[in-house]
Nanobody
Framework: EVQLVESGGGLVQPGGSLRLSCAASGFAFRSYSMSWYRQAPGKERELVAA????????KYADSVKGRFTISRDNVKDTVYLQMNSLKAEDTAVYYC???????????WGQGTQVTVSS
């Protein structure tokens, strides 16, 4: 059974930082690209960042370029999202996704809430 378990969300002030983690199990982690999506209230889920299975190529939504960094550890079967210079508009539920670099993700975790507010 594919499982993706996110952690690291919370409340942070504008300009602050958070690091999200996603622990994967139930599939050959290093054989898949991985991604982070987010969904804000009243909006559709959007791709935030993705990383290829070789940990060599990444892509980002224009809104987070230069502020967010996706990375992965193929030994720990974990993918990370380092979020810096957070803005109010980054407030959303963040989901870890299997896939997402070459094609749309096909499994998602339960999500972790990120709230940016003073």
């Amino acid at each position: 059974e594919v499982q993706l378990v996110e952690s690291g969300g919370g409340l942070v002030q504008p300009g602050g930082s958070l690091r999200l983690s996603c622990a994967a199990s139930g599939f050959a982690f290093r054989s898949y690209s991985m991604s982070w999506y987010r969904q804000a209230p009243g909006k559709e889920r959007e791709l935030v960042a993705a990383i290829d299975r070789f940990n060599s190529m990444t892509k980002y939504a224009d809104s987070v370029k230069g502020r967010f960094t996706i990375s992965r550890d193929n030994v720990k079967d974990t993918v990370y999202l380092q979020m810096n210079s957070l803005k109010a508009e980054d407030t959303a539920v963040y989901y870890c996704g299997r896939g997402g670099y070459y094609s749309a993700g096909d499994y998602w975790g339960q999500g972790t809430q990120v709230t940016v507010s003073s």
